[in-house]
């Protein structure tokens, strides 16, 4: 079987707006691009405007107040550069300059260049002294330019459009923090020349530290959630339910924990809120008490019985439908066979549902399983049944990459097959030594045969049109499969060795899909009709007798037989791709559905009364994936490890 997957595709259009130049190159969502404008200040501009160096690109040129775009730029980090500079102007800020461009967007880098009539400039050196400093910079004036911010610390490049002594003036300063020189005062500018200006400011430390801590005591306490709140503002906590605040102003706080964030068995200790004083240039420790009383519990007891027991264990899971506000949802994790009491949780009624049960055990009794808490604890009996742990053949890989596996449901597989063309059509001989197969490796779809180790492979058709779909007669003797020799999908048979092939079928439509049955007296197959829409019918093992079991017009597919031959289990199509799995009785009477939409045409029916059936993961917006599923007898289903298996073979 082929995986049929169905993607969505988005389109869409980036539209950008610009002024200015622009140069582009073939792109388009793996690519980005970047935007450069330039600002030129001052009394004398660099009238040709400069050129932009991107790292690994051609010099693009822009003017001196304009922009220029670069497209079709590979995800990653470029050195950018503004160059051709007039020997009067410079770039303001960092030049070159690191820009990061993403796939599918545009970055931006904004240059200012000032260029003074006299050419003078003024490097100024801003320091800060004290942890307190005033991380937001100052604004700096110098002569009759306009105030511009500088870093507390860092270099800022000026221009002077005049020569001579300039007065010097500092705004939004902090309170705590003091400029050395003092404020206002001058510089001495020169043209062509560059001078330098120093300024410290000395910072009086005016913040402290604070580290909160959350601490619990009793019998069922609170483990995390807590909301707390300083000045009222929300606290983050770490996993220890701690927080360090590093630089809180010194004096007074309201700090409190939010009552709505308690579990109603929890109350915290002494006043909430609180004020606490918070020490300049020092730390501050505030422990908040939340004391927490008893509560009942859910006593959960899992108890496994049966071969090849779940040795991880399951997960419980209690649901409240009815009380959305706090969404109450538990998970308990429990051994297979132990004791465990729930955490906290709010009286109600919920639903307890199993999960992580291994695909050879079921849980038996009453699903999903009722629970109401009240004033005192309440028991969850899960009780888990485990079959010893089969062997299943089945096929990863889709077309030319199929392969053939063979895997225990404990999780462990071995592949069997390594061809560069399609190996599927897994059929297990009674005995469960051999598997009969479909292969392509000697240039068409013939019949095969290998040990249930992959050993000893052996060709059993050789025939120019294609064979494929083996299944094995009860004795181990012979081999019905399908074939077009005669111009047509018809069913045959042969000796176990490939000898004496034999017609059974001559239908002007199709025969696929051989069962052949316990008794090995009958053989099932699909047949089709008008439009191919095949109907389950049954035969002879000589190919007489052929009778109709439909149910309908639908598609019908996979048929396969109960291990007592009483029953037959199939994939009706209802009007999709997708289909149901339904039973009835070997005489075609009886026919009722047990597993509801979503399943695949692959059926295996287990000697322990199991279906192995196929379901797609997600086929609400579309098909993407497969999952290896079991159905129990009690309509309880498990599922198998294997990644987007198909044609699933239990071994007998």
Not at 80 to 94: D, E, F, I, Q, W
Not at 125 to 144: M, P, R
Not at 447 to 469: F, H, K, Q, W
Not at 640 to 652: C, D, F, N, Q, V
Request: hydrophobic residues 35%; contains cysteine; glycine residues 10%.
């Amino acid at each position: 079987m082929e995986t049929k997957r169905n993607a969505a595709a988005c389109l869409f259009t980036l539209a950008l707006a610009l002024s200015g130049c622009s140069s582009s190159t073939d792109g388009g969502e793996d690519v980005g691009g970047l935007k450069v404008s330039v600002t030129t200040e001052g009394g004398k501009p660099d009238v040709d405007g400069y050129t932009v160096q991107i790292e690994g690109h051609e010099e693009e040129s822009v003017p001196a107040n304009g922009q220029v775009t670069v497209t079709g730029l590979a995800p990653g980090n470029y050195v950018t550069r503004l160059a051709g500079l007039a020997s009067n102007c410079y770039v303001s800020g960092a030049n070159p300059r690191t820009v990061a461009i993403q796939a599918g967007s545009q970055a931006t880098a904004d240059f200012t260049v000032t260029c003074p009539v006299t050419g003078a400039r003024i490097s100024v050196t801003t320091e800060a002294v004290g942890n307190d400093y005033d991380e937001n910079g100052y604004f700096l004036k110098i002569g009759n330019s306009y105030p511009r911010r500088v870093p507390a610390r860092g270099v800022t490049i000026f221009g002077a459009e005049t020569e001579g002594v300039l007065p010097i003036e500092i705004t939004e300063v902090a309170p705590n923090c003091s400029p050395d020189p003092a404020n206002p005062s001058t510089i001495t500018t020169a043209a062509g020349q560059e001078s330098q200006l120093t300024l410290r400011f000395t910072c009086a430390n005016v913040n402290g530290a604070l580290h909160v801590a959350v601490s619990t005591s009793g019998p069922d306490v609170q483990s995390a959630g807590f909301g707390l709140e300083l000045d009222f503002s929300p606290l983050t906590l770490d996993a220890t339910n701690a927080a360090l605040l590093p630089r809180v102003p010194g004096g007074e706080h309201t700090l409190g924990v939010d009552t709505e964030s308690l579990q109603p068995n929890c109350r915290v200790s002494g006043p909430n809120p609180r004020t606490v004083s918070v020490a300049i240039a020092d730390t501050t420790e505030v422990t908040i008490a939340v004391a927490c009383t008893a509560v009942p519990k859910v006593v959960v007891t899992a108890s496994t019985s049966g071969a090849d027991l779940d040795t991880d264990g399951y997960t419980v899971t209690l649901y409240s439908p009815t009380d959305y506000y706090y969404g109450t949802t538990y998970e308990i994790a429990i051994p297979a066979n132990g004791t465990v009491r729930s955490p906290y949780m709010r009286a109600g009624t919920y639903q307890g549902f199993a999960s992580g049960i291994s695909s050879n055990c079921q849980q038996t009794g009453l699903t999903p399983i009722p629970v109401t808490l009240g004033a005192t604890d309440v028991a969850l009996n899960l009780t888990v049944h485990c079959n010893a742990a089969r062997q299943l053949a089945f096929v990863t890989g889709t077309g030319a990459g199929s392969e053939i596996s063979v895997g225990s449901e404990l999780g462990t597989s071995i592949q069997l097959t390594h061809n560069a063309v399609a190996d599927s059509n897994p059929a297990w001989s009674p005995d469960g030594q051999q598997l009969a197969f479909a292969s392509s490796r000697d240039g068409n779809s013939e019949i095969y045969a290998m040990n249930a180790d992959g050993s000893n492979v052996r060709r059993l058709t050789t025939n120019a049109a294609a064979d494929y779909e083996p299944t094995w007669s009860s004795d181990g003797t012979r081999i019905a499969f399908v074939s077009e020799r005669d111009g047509n999908r018809e069913i045959y048979v042969m000796d176990q060795t490939g000898l004496n092939p034999v017609r059974l079928t001559n239908n002007p439509g199709l025969d696929i899909e051989p069962a052949w049955s316990p008794s090995g007296n009958h053989i099932l197959f699909a047949r089709g009709g008008a439009f191919n829409l095949t109907v389950t019918h049954v035969m002879n093992f000589d190919g007489s007798g052929v009778t109709s079991l439909g149910t309908g017009g639908n598609r019908e597919s996979s048929p396969v037989w109960s291990p007592n031959g009483a029953q037959i289990a199939f994939v009706r199509m209802d009007a999709s791709p997708l289909g149901s799995l339904r039973i009835m009785n070997a005489d075609g009477t009886g026919v009722h559905e047990r597993q509801l939409n979503f399943i695949g045409p692959d059926l295996s029916w287990a000697p322990d009364e199991r279906i192995a059936f196929i379901q797609p993961d997600d086929c609400y917006f579309g098909c993407y994936g497969t999952s290896l599923k079991i159905l129990w007898g009690n309509g309880t289903v498990g599922l198998l490890p294997w990644l987007e298996p198909s044609e699933p073979a239990w071994r007998p």
